[in-house]
C-alpha cells in the first residue's frame, strides 16, 4: 500500500516500529521489495509477506550481518479498507513464515497468534479471535511497551511474553498427526500396504496443492494449474473436485494419477501394476475424507484449516521421514526444517552465490535437505541476475530449462530406502512447482527423470563405486545406528579407508562422515553433518579420544555449533519422543589451519524450543585452538558450561592425584573397590547356556543370599531409605566377596541435587551397579571415613565431575554419571592441598546453581529469570574487583558509577577514577536514558544498541555494559568472563 493513513502510521510509531522521522530499524514494506538498500534475505521474505497480503514486515536485524534477518511479525492496514482476517489467518499460518501478525484498523491494533489455525464454532463455521488488542489512542503506554518493536529487535519479546508461540498447533504439526491419522487408517481398518499407503497420501496431497494453486498474472487475472472444468470428465467420473472423484471410484483415480503422469513426465505421478492392482479393490474414502476435511471418529481432519497454496515445499519433504521415524528404530530422526534453514545459511550465504556448485546427501531421506539446498541454488540464480541486470524478477516459462539445469547439475541425493527417494524425487520436482505460475506448470513444466540424481542405494554400496565424484557441499543427518562389526560390506568400506583409528561404538554416523570426507572436493569442498555430540566432544574414554584426535589432525574444522543444551527438545516430535545431545560439524576437506575452531554451545531459550530459531550471543562462542581441540579432552565440556576461566580451572584441577589413585595405591593394604553386583535374569528364567563360563556367564554367589542389599532408588543424598533382603541364588556378576564387607563406603553414580549420595556402613550390605562399594581393612576404617566426610556435602567434587563427565550434562538424566567420573575426582593426599581462590568457587557455585539446571530443565530456570539489584551488585563488585587487581591505584580504581534499566535492557557503567570524586549522574526517564546510550553507541561502535544484545563500550574513563535483563547475562561467573575480556581490550589499546 503506497499511501499510508495517518491511523496506520500512529499505531506504527506508538509500537516503536516507526521513528519521529518515519525511519525504522526492522520495518520493511512489501511494496519496498524492489529497492536497492534491501538484503535478499529480507526480498525473499518480503515475497513470501507479499504473497499472503501483508502490507509489512517487521525484521530482526543482527549486527554486522552475522545472521540473517529474521522476520518477527507480519503487518497489515485494515485502515482503509477491512479484510477477511480468516482468510489471512489461514494464510499466515500455512506460510508457517511468523508466529505473530497485527492488524492495524483506524482506531485499534490487533495481535494475532500465527501458530494456531483458525477455530471452528459448533455450527461448523470458522473464526479467529485476536489475543490483544490495543486502542491507538487511549491505551497505557506500558501496555504498548509490551509490544515495542525494541523487544523484537533484541529477541526479548519471544522470551518474555506470556502467550504460547510454540510450534505444536502450527501447519507442520497439524497436517503430520492428521496425515497419521489417515494412514493408520489405511493400514489397520483398510489393511492397505505401508508403501502404497504413504505413496497414495503423498500423490493426493501434490493433487490437492496442484488443485488449490492459485496467483494472478499480470493483468490482474486468476490463474490455476487445473482449469475449472478440469475435473469434469469422463475419465475422472464428471467430477467437480479431486476429492468428488476419489469418491465416485478407484478407478477414476487411478486415471487421474495415470493422466498426470503422462501429462508432467517424470515418473511423479506414476503407479506400479502391482500397486494399482491393490488400490483397485481398496476403500480410498478416508483419503478423501482427510483431503475434503470431514468428522471421522470425533477428529476433526483440518484440511479446512489450510491454504495449501502457501504451505512450504519442504514440508512434503518432512512427511516420509516422519512416517520412517514412527515405524522403526534404525537410527532415523525427522530433521526439524529450522534446522535444516539454519545449516543450509551456514553453508550456503544467500548472500555468496556460486556456480557449478554439486550438493550431495548421502542419508537424503525425503529430501529436506536437497530441497531446502536446491531452493538456496535458485536464490542464487535470481542474486547473479538481479547483480547482473539490476532487476529483481520472478522466474517464468523462459527460465524454465535453466531452472530444470540447475537441479539436474547440482543436486544429488543416496538413501536406502527406495520409497524415500521416490518421495526426494517429488519433492524435488514440487519445488518447481513452487517457484513457477500455476500457467507455466501446466502448460510448460514436464517433470525430468532424476533417478540418477537420487539414488536407491545403501550408501556403503554406492560409495566404492562413485569414489571419483567429487562435491561441493556434502551436508545431512546421518542415521545414528551402530553397524555390526561383522557386516562384510562395511569391513570392506573400512579396510579400503585405511582407517588410522577405530569408529567410536561402531556409529554409522561417524563412518558416513569419514567416507563423505572423501566425496569431498580439495581445499574447497565443505561438510556439515549432525552428529552426536558424546563420541565427538564429551566422550572421554581412549578410542573417542584417539579418534577425535586423528578427525581433527586430519581435516579443517572452522566450527562445530552444539545443540546439546537441546538434547530433550531437538528431535522430539509427537507419538516419537527422541532424547540426542547432538551437534552440526562443519569439515573443510584441507590440511588443519592456524585458526581457531569455534565452538557455539546454543542455549535452550523459547525460539529453539518453539522451533523459530537460534539464538546465540556473544557468550555462546567459545574459540579453541587447535593444540587444545587436539590435547584437552575436557575443553569442550568446559566450554558447554561457560568457557571463560573454567577451561584452565579444570586443567588445574586435573593435575592432582585421582581418587582412583588414591584408592590403588592402598590395593597393597588390602583395600578394594568397584561396582555393585548385576543380577541379570531372574532364576527361574536361567537356561543351561547362561552358565557358560564366559564373560557374563552366570553363577552362583551364596554370600549374598540373605543379605540386605540397597536399591538405587532408595539410596539418595539423605542417605539409604530402605532395604531388601536378596533371594536371588545366581548373577550374571555377582562380584568379589569383599566388596560388600564392612567397612564400607558406597557412592552413587549420581551427582544429586546438592550433594553425591554416599553412605557409610559398619555392617555387611550388598548393592547393585549404579552404586561403588570401597572396602578397607578395620584396622583402615578411620581413613575410610575420611574419603567419605571429604565427598559428603563438596560442591566441588559435583562441579569437577560435571565439567568432566560424557554423561552428566548430556545425557537423558543430567546428574547420572559412570564409575570412572567418580574415581577421577581430583584427591590428593590431603585436601587442603586443592587451594579454591574466591573466583573459583563463583566459578563452581554459577555452574552447579545455574549451568546445570539450564541444561536439565525446561521450564522455571533461574538463568532466565529477570536480574535483581542484588545480583547486579554482586556483578559489579565481580567485575570491578578483578579490573582493580591489576589497574588499581592509590588514586583511582574502578567502580560501578550508576545501572539504567529499561523494558528491554540493563545498562551498567564503572567508572575509573577516585571513588571520592565519582560524579553519579541520575537519567530520570527512559526516554532519556535509550537517547543516551542510543547516541554513544552508535557513535562508538556506528550501528542501533537495538539489534545488539551484548555491548561493550569504552569512552573514556568509562565501560558501559549493555545486555539484556535476563540473570544469564549478570552472573558473578559472566562478570569474570567480562573483566578479562576488558582486560584483553584495555591492553590493546594501550592501557
Not at 513464515?97 to 492488524?103: C, F, I, S
Not at 494475532?112 to 471452528?120: A, D, G, L, W
Not at 552426536?532 to 578410542?543: A, D, E, I, T, V
Not at 535483563?965 to 568472563?977: D, G, H, N, T
Request: with cysteine.
Amino acid at each position: 500500500m503506497d499511501i499510508e493513513t495517518n491511523e496506520y502510521i500512529s499505531g506504527l510509531s506508538q509500537l516503536e516500529m516507526l521513528n519521529a522521522d518515519g525511519n525504522s530499524f526492522g520495518l520493511i514494506r512489501t511494496c519496498e521489495l524492489d529497492k536497492a538498500n534491501i538484503n535478499y534475505y529480507q526480498r525473499l521474505s518480503l515475497e513470501k509477506a507479499k504473497k499472503v497480503g501483508a502490507d509489512a514486515v517487521y525484521f530482526r536485524n543482527f549486527p554486522n550481518l552475522s545472521s540473517p534477518p529474521k522476520p518477527q511479525l507480519y503487518i497489515f492496514d485494515f485502515t482503509v479498507k477491512e479484510q477477511d482476517v480468516v482468510e489471512i489467518h489461514k494464510n499466515v499460518w500455512s506460510s508457517t513464515e511468523v508466529r505473530l501478525y497485527l492488524v492495524i484498523t483506524k482506531s485499534e491494533i490487533k495481535f494475532f497468534n500465527s501458530s494456531k489455525p483458525v477455530e471452528q464454532t459448533k455450527s461448523g463455521d470458522l473464526q479467529v479471535s485476536p489475543f490483544e488488542t490495543l486502542k491507538i489512542v487511549g491505551d497505557a503506554v506500558k501496555k504498548y511497551k509490551e509490544y515495542s518493536a525494541k523487544k523484537f529487535d533484541n529477541g526479548s519479546f519471544w522470551e518474555q511474553t506470556q502467550y504460547d508461540f510454540g510450534y505444536g498447533e502450527t501447519a507442520y504439526e497439524k497436517l503430520i498427526s492428521q496425515l497419521k491419522i489417515t494412514r493408520d487408517q489405511f493400514l489397520d481398518v483398510i489393511k492397505l500396504d505401508k508403501t502404497i499407503a504413504s505413496k497414495l497420501l503423498v500423490l493426493g496431497i501434490l493433487v490437492k496443492y496442484l488443485e488449490e494453486r492459485v496467483d494472478v498474472d499480470e493483468n490482474g487475472k486468476e490463474t490455476r494449474v487445473f482449469a475449472t472444468d478440469f475435473f469434469n470428465q469422463e475419465k475422472f467420473g464428471f467430477s467437480t473436485d479431486f476429492t468428488e472423484t476419489i469418491r465416485k471410484g478407484n478407478q477414476y483415480t487411478l486415471n487421474l494419477f495415470e493422466y498426470l503422469s503422462n501429462h508432467f513426465n517424470g515418473k511423479i505421478f506414476y503407479l506400479s501394476d502391482a500397486y494399482k492392482e491393490q488400490i483397485k479393490v481398496k476403500d480410498l474414502s478416508p483419503l478423501a475424507d482427510f483431503l475434503s476435511g470431514v468428522l471421522d471418529k470425533n477428529q476433526f481432519v483440518f484440511w479446512r484449516l489450510y491454504s495449501f497454496n502457501y504451505l512450504p515445499i519442504e514440508l512434503i519433504s518432512s512427511i516420509y521421514e516422519m512416517f520412517l521415524e514412527a515405524d522403526n528404530s534404525t537410527g532415523v530422526a525427522y530433521t526439524p526444517s529450522y534446522l535444516v534453514s539454519f545449516m543450509i545459511d551456514e553453508c550456503m550465504p544467500i548472500n555468496h552465490p556460486k556456480e557449478n556448485f554439486k550438493i550431495l546427501d548421502p542419508a537424503c531421506g525425503s529430501g529436506i535437505f536437497l530441497v531446502s539446498a536446491y531452493k538456496r541454488i535458485i536464490d542464487w540464480w535470481r542474486v547473479s541476475n538481479y547483480e547482473k541486470t539490476g532487476e529483481w524478477f520472478f522466474p517464468g516459462k523462459e527460465n524454465l530449462s535453466e531452472l530444470k539445469s540447475l537441479l539436474k547439475d547440482s543436486v544429488y541425493g543416496i538413501d536406502i530406502s527406495n520409497e524415500a527417494v521416490d518421495l526426494a524425487i517429488f519433492s524435488l520436482s514440487l519445488t518447481l512447482c513452487d517457484i513457477l505460475s500455476p500457467k507455466v506448470i501446466w502448460e510448460n513444466l514436464r517433470f525430468d527423470d532424476l533417478s540418477n540424481n537420487v539414488v536407491g542405494e545403501d550408501f556403503f554400496d554406492w560409495y566404492p563405486k562413485n569414489i571419483d565424484k567429487k562435491f561441493d557441499l556434502i551436508i545431512g543427518n546421518p542415521p545414528f545406528i551402530e553397524y555390526g562389526v561383522r557386516e562384510t560390506k562395511i569391513n570392506s568400506v573400512i579396510t579400503g579407508l585405511k582407517l588410522v583409528e577405530q569408529v567410536p561404538n561402531n556409529q554409522s554416523a561417524l563412518l558416513f562422515t569419514i567416507i563423505a570426507m572423501n566425496l569431498l572436493k580439495k581445499e574447497i569442498g565443505l561438510l556439515s553433518f549432525i552428529l552426536p555430540s558424546g563420541p565427538l566432544l564429551y566422550n572421554n574414554s581412549q578410542k573417542p579420544i584417539n579418534f577425535r584426535k586423528w578427525l581433527f589432525a586430519e581435516y579443517n574444522i572452522p566450527q562445530i555449533i552444539d545443540f546439546t543444551y537441546l538434547s530433550n527438545t531437538l528431535f522430539k516430535n509427537k507419538g516419537n519422543e527422541k532424547n540426542v545431545a547432538v551437534s552440526a560439524f562443519f569439515l573443510e576437506n584441507k590440511v588443519p589451519d592456524k585458526n581457531p575452531i569455534y565452538h557455539i554451545t546454543v542455549k535452550k531459550l523459547k525460539t529453539a524450543k518453539e522451533r523459530q530459531y537460534f539464538e546465540i550471543d556473544h557468550y555462546d562462542f567459545h574459540k579453541v585452538g587447535k593444540t587444545d581441540a587436539l590435547d584437552n579432552p575436557f575443553i569442550w565440556k568446559s566450554n558447554l558450561l561457560g568457557g571463560g576461566r573454567l577451561v584452565p580451572f579444570i586443567n588445574r584441577l586435573t593435575s592432582f592425584q585421582s581418587l582412583k589413585d588414591f584408592l590403588d595405591q592402598r590395593k597393597k593394604k588390602g583395600w578394594i573397590y568397584g561396582d555393585g553386583f548385576i543380577k541379570g535374569k531372574k532364576d527361574e528364567e536361567l537356561v543351561e547356556s547362561d552358565f557358560e563360563k564366559k564373560k557374563g556367564g552366570y553363577s552362583e554367589a551364596d554370600y549374598l543370599m540373605d543379605l540386605d542389599y540397597v536399591e538405587p532408588e532408595y539410596f539418595s543424598e539423605k542417605g539409604i531409605e530402605k532395604t531388601e533382603k536378596n533371594t536371588s541364588k545366581y548373577f550374571q556378576w555377582p562380584r568379589n566377596e569383599k566388596i560388600f564387607e564392612p567397612p564400607l563406603l558406597l557412592i552413587k553414580k549420581n551427582i544429586g541435587s546438592h550433594s553425591i549420595p554416599v553412605f557409610f556402613s559398619d555392617l555387611k550390605l550388598g548393592y547393585k551397579n549404579e552404586i561403588i562399594g570401597i572396602h578397607s581393612p578395620l584396622s583402615e576404617r578411620e581413613e575410610l571415613k575420611n574419603v567419605y566426610f571429604r565427598i559428603k556435602d563438596n560442591p566441588l567434587y559435583r562441579f569437577y565431575i560435571l565439567a568432566t563427565s560424557a554423561r552428566s550434562g548430556v545425557s537423558r538424566s543430567t546428574k547420572t554419571t559412570l564409575q570412572k567420573d567418580i574415581l577421577g575426582i581430583p584427591f590428593p593426599e590431603y585436601e587442603e592441598e586443592i587451594e579454591l581462590t574466591q573466583f573459583d568457587k563463583i566459578l563452581i557455585n554459577d555452574t552447579l546453581d545455574y549451568g546445570l539446571e539450564f541444561l536439565g530443565k525446561d521450564n522455571n530456570v533461574k538463568a532466565l529469570e529477570v536480574t535483581t539489584e542484588k545480583d547486579l551488585n554482586r556483578f559489579a563488585e565481580t567485575f570491578a574487583g578483578i579490573l582493580n587487581s591489576l589497574f588499581e591505584t592509590k588514586a583511582k580504581k574502578y567502580l560501578q558509577k550508576s545501572i539504567y534499566q529499561t523494558e528491554s535492557f540493563i545498562c551498567s557503567i564503572f567508572e575509573y577514577g577516585d571513588e571520592n570524586n565519582i560524579i553519579f549522574r541520575t537519567l530520570k526517564t527512559e526516554i532519556e536514558i535509550e537517547n543516551h546510550i542510543s547516541e554513544l553507541v552508535y557513535n562508538k561502535i556506528g550501528t542501533s544498541y537495538r539489534i545488539n544484545r551484548v555491548v561493550k563500550i569504552y569512552d573514556g574513563d568509562l565501560i558501559y555494559l549493555i545486555k539484556p535483563k535476563e540473570l544469564r547475562y549478570w552472573l558473578q561467573s559472566i562478570a569474570l568472563r567480562d573483566a578479562d575480556e576488558t582486560i584483553v581490550d584495555l591492553y590493546y589499546a594501550g592501557y
